[in-house]
């Protein structure tokens, strides 16, 4: 064989054991939601018996189906008003020149920085003080917190790349702020408002700590917390912890997939460029 | 001098006539920051607010088991934190787990993100796929670590030794025997497709046409990848490298899920959970907070200062 052969078997080789290293454990995964007969751990190579039972025990036994209900509304809650305010705040820093206005990109910034573990206890110690642990609102308020910085980053340069010649017009046409806002603005950082509720959405989903320390009653729990006492209350049944999994990320991949080429392009840029 | 200044700009800026008063100026100073000040005040009151009441925290006696004994405690929490047996391990595990993650996980991003730029059948496909284990809520990757991949009865790892050296194949039980390097490994496994992603990004931005002329030259493809591509992507690299570490550093979920931080895995982040949550020791507690932020923040301004070279060097 000449080299040329050789360099493309190596290559091959090389793929195909790279995406055996990254997706094995999830294609096991699902193979295992999906399969009735899951005693241990190599049965669920192949499937050999295809169901959707698992999923919809999952769904039913204990609160889980409460756990991604709660999960659901402190998501969409979070995304809807930090993405409101966040688009305020964007187009003040874009638009309009007033005193510390660096400062308070900076502020911004810092906020971005801060790990949960240095603001838990506080946070813990208020929200019982307000009767507010166990609360799904106290959780909004703080995913709502961190994910603003973020938010308010993105969306303002999508706000600054929007020609001011556009609004000018629209004022001319005798539209106020609110109108011009609401039809000129808005549709052209839309791009911008996808990718920034993707990257809220994604942290409330996933977001352990705080949900870990605030949330103690059962039927109060988030995805994260209440997946893991999903899986010590049912450790011997295996299609049904992992069809757990499985619902736990669909929502994660739904959202990028839907978000993907504005993440993709604003990932990257954002990063290096 | 910049209250006038910025007054000035002001009525300037929104086409007031200069000669109305000064009140109005402010007035439309004021508008103009009213869109931000919700999303600031929010964030200053539930993120700013709580981190200044972590450090008052950490300066002093506060047990929730002795809530009479609260009093000023000088620098006392942080004496503990740094020769506390526990705490000091937590320190050390911090470091390994970190370091190890990043380093691993670089080098497997690095080698994949070399082996994706090449061109080959499906290349687009499995950059997709690659991306897989990022979108796995952690806390789903852990457990499917934990119970699906390492259990010594019915985990996959032990299955497929069966499977191809028989029944007399070692069963070595992975988290139990090696603690540490079952957490990392569930890491590397979820941030290698971020060390690539951004890899990627770098090696496609290679000037190519100076590599095509080192191969007319007669370079060979080690000393094209250790003599050009290496020093271009070293800014990528440490970009790379140093976000991963700021996670990294205060990666919890993973190490709670896995070990529950026993068998000598406690990082910090589990360490303040324990001081905070179990053993009611706020002072304590905030004291290794206090300790993380300033790690990150370390981790952080090495991170900014790559980010503004590769800036500098766009503009060049």
């Known amino acids: 064989m000449t080299t040329r052969t050789w360099t493309s078997v190596g290559k091959t080789v090389a793929v195909v054991a790279l995406l055996t290293f990254t997706l094995f454990p999830v294609y096991f995964m699902l193979s295992t939601a999906l399969n009735g007969q899951n005693g241990s751990g190599t049965d669920s190579l192949v499937p050999s018996d295809f169901t959707l039972d698992n999923f919809s025990r999952a769904f039913t036994e204990d609160h889980f189906g409460r756990y991604m209900l709660n999960s659901a509304i402190v998501t969409v809650a979070t995304v809807v008003v930090s993405g409101a305010l966040a688009m305020l705040g964007a187009v003040a820093i874009a638009r309009f020149r007033f005193r510390f206005r660096s400062t308070m990109l900076v502020l911004i910034l810092i906020v971005q920085m801060l790990p949960a573990e240095a603001l838990v206890i506080p946070l813990f110690l208020q929200m019982k003080d307000w009767r507010m642990l166990n609360s799904l609102l106290g959780l909004i308020l703080v995913y709502i917190a961190f994910s603003l910085p973020f938010a308010i980053w993105n969306l303002q340069g999508f706000v600054a790349a929007v020609p001011r010649e556009l609004e000018e017009a629209a004022y001319l046409d005798g539209c106020g702020w609110w109108r011009m806002f609401r039809s000129v603005l808005l549709p052209l950082v839309v791009p911008g408002l996808v990718a920034t509720s993707a990257f809220s959405f994604v942290m409330a989903w996933e977001e352990f700590t705080f949900a870990l320390t605030f949330l103690s009653k059962d039927d109060r729990l988030t995805v994260g917390v209440g997946l893991q006492r999903f899986f010590g209350a049912h450790v011997n049944d295996w299609g049904g912890l992992m069809a757990a999994s499985t619902m736990v990320t669909i929502p994660v991949v739904v959202v990028f997939v839907l978000a993907q080429r504005r993440l993709g392009a604003g990932l990257v840029s954002g990063a290096v460029k | 001098m910049s209250a006038d200044t910025s007054a000035a700009a002001v009525t300037k800026d929104s086409g007031v006539d200069p000669d109305k008063s000064t009140s109005l100026a402010k007035a439309g100073a004021w508008a103009r920051r009213a869109p931000l000040l919700p999303a600031l005040i929010f964030m200053i009151v539930v993120t700013q607010l709580p981190f200044v009441a972590t450090i008052v925290i950490s300066f002093m006696n506060w047990n929730a088991y002795y809530p009479k004994d609260r009093s000023f405690a000088g620098l006392d929490n942080f004496k503990t934190v740094l020769t506390d047996v526990n705490a000091r391990e937590a320190i050390i595990v911090t470091v390994l787990l970190t370091v190890g993650v990043v380093l691993i996980s670089l080098v497997l991003g690095l080698a994949i993100a070399l082996l994706l730029d ?199």
């Open chain 2, 118 to 316: 090449r061109k080959f059948k499906g290349r687009s496909v499995a950059r997709t796929l690659m991306i897989t284990p990022f979108l796995i809520v952690p806390v789903a990757a852990a457990l499917l670590w934990k119970h699906a991949l390492y259990n010594a009865q019915y985990g996959l790892f032990n299955g497929v030794l069966k499977f191809v050296f028989g029944d007399s194949a070692p069963q070595p039980d992975w988290i139990s025997d090696h603690p540490l390097i079952a957490v990392m490994f569930s890491l590397v496994w979820q941030w290698t497709p971020f060390m690539m992603l951004i890899l990627l990004a770098g090696l496609q931005s290679r000037p190519m046409d100076v590599v095509e002329a080192a191969r007319i030259d007669g370079a060979s493809g080690w000393q094209i990848f250790t003599n050009m591509t290496l020093p271009h992507l070293r800014q990528y690299i440490e970009l790379s490298g140093l976000l991963g570490a700021i996670y990294i550093v205060q990666n919890f979920d993973a190490v709670f899920t896995i070990t529950s931080g026993g068998l000598g895995t406690a990082n910090l982040p589990y360490y303040i959970y324990q001081t905070f949550y179990s053993a009611h020791d706020y002072g304590t507690a905030s004291a290794a907070g206090v300790i993380v932020v300033i790690g990150t923040i370390i981790i952080a301004t090495f991170a900014l200062r790559t980010v503004l070279s590769l800036f500098r060097e766009e503009s060049r």
